[in-house]
């Protein structure tokens, strides 16, 4: 059997710091991010992507918070997917010629008596001061919070997740790539699996796209 590797890259990896998270420059990193599934892929590994979302969510929802008096604003959860499907998009691109990679846009199911939920530590969106930081808690409604000594940012609840609903044709996903080598194309074609569940979403760093890269 193959060697399969989950690699895990953070929302602060495709948006750097001293960056301000134009398209550009987050393509340039994802671009990095193939390069290094390549060699991994050329020394015999499969390789599943996994990634955080903390800069790009945050900054949508500052840009949902802009445009609120002409569109109606969207939940967090929401805000969650669309940059799942966005970063999904990134990472699919940049690994063009590289591997033919699935994209899968997961939902999180979690506890909606979780503890997380009252005492927020997830920090989303831009580095601000700390007198900045203090005026968005007191206009927004924001909890706010130092992160590793690198500024102020936006926190949101990460409660533990109790399982991914598409787990199930994620596995089925890889029987079927590790069993037959499909054939490559011109451009990698992205696809999205969505299920629901009753249970309260996460915008935590479990509730990530999956690329898979297929061997």
Same mark, same amino acid.
Request: one cysteine or more; a positive charge.
């Given at each position: 059997?193959?060697?399969?590797?989950?690699?895990? $890259?953070?929302?602060?990896?495709?948006?750097?710091?001293?960056?301000?998270?134009? +398209?550009?420059?987050?393509?340039?990193?994802?671009?990095?991010?193939?390069?290094?599934?390549?060699?991994?892929?050329?020394?015999?590994?499969?390789?599943?992507?996994? +990634?955080? @979302?903390?800069?790009?969510?945050?900054?949508?929802? /500052?840009?949902?918070?802009?445009? !609120?008096?002409?569109?109606?604003?969207?939940?967090?959860?929401?805000?969650?997917?669309?940059?799942?499907?966005?970063?999904?998009?990134?990472?699919? $691109?940049?690994?063009?010629?590289?591997?033919?990679?699935? =994209?899968?846009?997961? +939902?999180?199911?979690?506890?909606?008596?979780? %503890? !997380?939920?009252?005492?927020?530590?997830?920090?989303?969106?831009?580095?601000?001061?700390?007198?900045?930081?203090?005026?968005?808690?007191?206009?927004?409604?924001?909890? /706010?919070?130092?992160? !590793?000594?690198?500024? *102020?940012?936006?926190?949101?609840? &990460?409660?533990?997740?109790?399982?991914? @609903? =598409?787990?199930? %044709?994620?596995?089925? $996903?890889? &029987?079927?790539?590790?069993?037959?080598?499909?054939?490559?194309?011109?451009?990698?074609?992205?696809?999205?699996?969505?299920? =629901?569940?009753?249970?309260? *979403?996460?915008?935590?760093?479990? &509730? &990530?796209?999956?690329?898979?890269?297929?061997?």
């Amino acid at each position: 059997m193959g060697k399969t590797a989950v690699v895990a $890259l953070g929302g602060n990896a495709i948006t750097r710091g001293g960056q301000a998270g134009t +398209h550009a420059e987050q393509a340039e990193n994802a671009r990095g991010m193939a390069d290094a599934v390549r060699r991994m892929r050329a020394a015999g590994w499969t390789v599943v992507l996994v +990634h955080g @979302n903390g800069p790009q969510v945050g900054n949508l929802a /500052v840009q949902q918070l802009a445009g !609120a008096a002409e569109v109606p604003e969207q939940p967090l959860f929401v805000l969650g997917a669309m940059t799942e499907g966005q970063l999904g998009s990134l990472l699919t $691109l940049a690994l063009a010629g590289v591997a033919e990679p699935v =994209c899968v846009v997961t +939902h999180v199911v979690v506890d909606p008596a979780d %503890p !997380a939920f009252s005492r927020p530590t997830k920090p989303i969106g831009p580095f601000l001061s700390e007198a900045e930081a203090t005026r968005q808690a007191r206009e927004r409604g924001w909890t /706010v919070g130092e992160d !590793a000594g690198r500024g *102020y940012r936006r926190m949101v609840a &990460s409660p533990a997740p109790l399982r991914i @609903n =598409c787990s199930g %044709p994620l596995m089925r $996903l890889k &029987s079927m790539r590790m069993r037959r080598r499909l054939p490559r194309t011109t451009q990698p074609p992205a696809r999205s699996i969505r299920s =629901c569940s009753a249970s309260r *979403y996460s915008c935590s760093p479990f &509730s &990530s796209a999956t690329t898979w890269c297929g061997r």
